[in-house]
């Protein structure tokens, strides 16, 4: 079976940082794509954030200049560095893992940002 884990969320001031990181291990013999999305309360998931093995990143408007993801291939893991953190950043971040047919999601972590 194949583990997807999240870590690093917490409760934050507006304007403060996180850095959440997702691992991914088990049964997995290649990846194509690891990517963060949020769910807030009454909302649908979007997408944050996705890389690719080529390092290739993809990101949400709302986020772009201030959030920052990155991967460690060998590691099977993602980082997503959050800056300049908003009250409406507040949600359940998730982690996406996808090769192939395959997708595979962690069981999330809460970010507050809050005054």
């Known amino acids: 079976q194949v583990q997807v884990v999240e870590s690093g969320g917490g409760l934050v001031q507006p304007g403060g940082s996180l850095r959440l990181s997702c691992a991914a291990s088990?049964?997995?013999?290649?990846?194509?794509?690891m990517g963060w999305y949020r769910q807030a309360p009454g909302k649908q998931r979007e997408l944050v954030a996705d890389?690719?093995?080529?390092?290739?990143?993809n990101y949400s408007d709302s986020v772009k200049g201030r959030f920052t993801i990155s991967r460690d291939n060998a590691k099977n893991t993602v980082y997503l560095q959050m800056n300049s953190l908003k009250p409406e950043d507040t949600a359940v971040y998730y982690c996406?893992?996808?090769?192939?047919?395959?997708?595979?999601w962690g069981q999330g972590t809460q970010v507050t940002v809050s005054s």
């Open positions: 996406k893992v996808a090769g192939g047919t395959k997708q595979y």
């Open positions: 088990g049964s997995i013999f290649s990846i194509a794509v």
């Open positions: 890389i690719t093995t080529g390092d290739s990143t």
